[in-house]
């Protein structure tokens, strides 16, 4: 049976790139595949063809043969080093597995981790950092300075990896591919090279230093700006401020993970601060002033109304946290705890009974309180 014109096969024209050549062999490798045309019985026949034209025309001196001999370029009879061999390094019948790699590559290799070619380096490892703070600090911001164990780029081979630094060699298992392919079936399977683990390099005199890694293990002082409103779980980033990377790759980054301390007279919701205030029973009843600390450390005083009740909030404007990024300051709210005195003298609890007797009428709630409760048992007897 006679062989159809390639480019016919393929559906391009004589003047298509590379690019337009692989995505129309691209289209055909689908359109034919036989695992999804099994009720086609050419189906494997016409991928097998579209294969055959694709290992023909993709390498620009195999097309160039193509476009002066035709067909016969591939005979074996053209001077090109017998065996049956064709130019190229082409077997007869045309290598279509490996041609369908090669297009499988192009299609999943961002998935699978792409070509190995370009792997002579890797990036290197970002890092966390969890630090406290107080709330003072995450308020008005600070500058802490930090230890860190990591790694660096070795001196002595200037992160190559080799003695003296010397260049790395292309590693001669992978051709400097990084990835070697094993016939199994139908398809040409990649997997990661054994010589240098995906480098695609090898390094002949590896450093005495940093034994061939190309970065060696150290501890860095840093300084780290704290911005004023942060709060726990806040990620501050440090670019290139992490592990060195492998054989001259680059440096990762460094995350600072800060959280706020708990306070022991403030407790923080949001941009807001809440303070609970202890008041005696005769402020609370008379009314008065308080004094009370304010984050940055200075004081106010509050005047609390006659008559107040335990948990009673007032609100101070402005003297909150900053929000993060200098939209508005929250706002500090004083609560109230009116507390019961302990360890009464003879004397005050005498004069307490003598207020209980003339404050039956002043205490609106518990009277209300004490209605209800009675009107309860009331209704369970009927």
């Known amino acids: 049976m006679e062989k159809r014109d390639f480019y016919e096969v393929l559906g391009v024209s004589r003047d298509a790139s590379p690019e337009e050549i692989k995505k129309a062999y691209r289209r055909k490798a689908r359109q034919f595949h036989p695992d999804s045309n099994g009720d086609d019985p050419d189906a494997e026949a016409k991928f097998k063809e579209a294969s055959e034209a694709y290992e023909a025309l993709k390498d620009p001196e195999r097309k160039a043969a193509y476009d002066r001999f035709g067909h016969a370029a591939f005979d074996g009879g053209m001077g090109g080093g017998g065996g049956g061999r064709r130019p190229g ?13 090669d297009v499988f590559e192009d299609l999943f290799g961002d998935f699978m981790g792409g070509r190995g070619g370009g792997r ?3 990036r290197g490892s970002d890092m966390r950092y969890n630090m406290r703070i107080t709330l003072e600090e995450a308020y008005g911001g600070a500058s802490k300075t930090i230890t860190v164990p990591t790694s660096v780029i070795c001196d002595a081979c200037e992160g190559s990896g080799a003695e003296g ?32 683990g995906g480098a695609g390099q090898i390094v002949k005199n590896p450093c005495k230093v940093c034994a061939g890694a190309g970065r060696v293990e150290t501890e860095r002082t840093l300084s780290v700006n704290i911005p004023p409103g942060v709060e726990s779980g806040t990620r501050i980033r440090l670019s290139g401020e992490g592990e060195a990377g492998l054989r001259g790759g680059p ?16 407790a923080r919701d949001g941009v807001n601060l809440h303070c609970r205030v202890p008041v005696s029973i005769a402020t609370a009843a008379l009314g008065g002033e308080v004094e009370v600390p304010t984050i940055d450390g200075g004081r106010t005083r509050v005047r609390i109304p006659g008559g107040s009740q335990s948990g009673r909030q007032m609100r101070l404007r402005g003297k909150g946290m900053p929000a993060l990024r200098g939209a508005g300051t929250g706002d500090m709210f004083v609560e109230l705890a009116v507390e019961t005195p302990v360890n009464l003298t003879a004397r005050q609890k005498e004069l307490l009974r003598e207020f209980e007797k003339l404050s039956e009428e002043n205490n609106p709630e518990s009277r209300g309180f004490f209605d209800k409760v009675k009107d309860f048992w009331e209704s369970m007897k009927s």
């Open 120 to 122: 002579r380096a890797s």
């Open 251 to 266: 440096t990762g980054d460094l995350y600072i993970f800060l959280e706020v301390q708990d306070h022991p007279l403030f």
């Open 89 to 101: 390094g082409m077997h007869p019948g045309g290598d279509f597995a490996s041609a369908f790699s």
């Open 165 to 196: 630094g010397a260049e790395p060699v292309g590693c001669p298992t992978c051709s400097g591919m990084g990835r070697v392919r094993a016939q199994q079936g139908f398809f040409t399977v990649e997997r990661t090279c054994p010589t240098c």
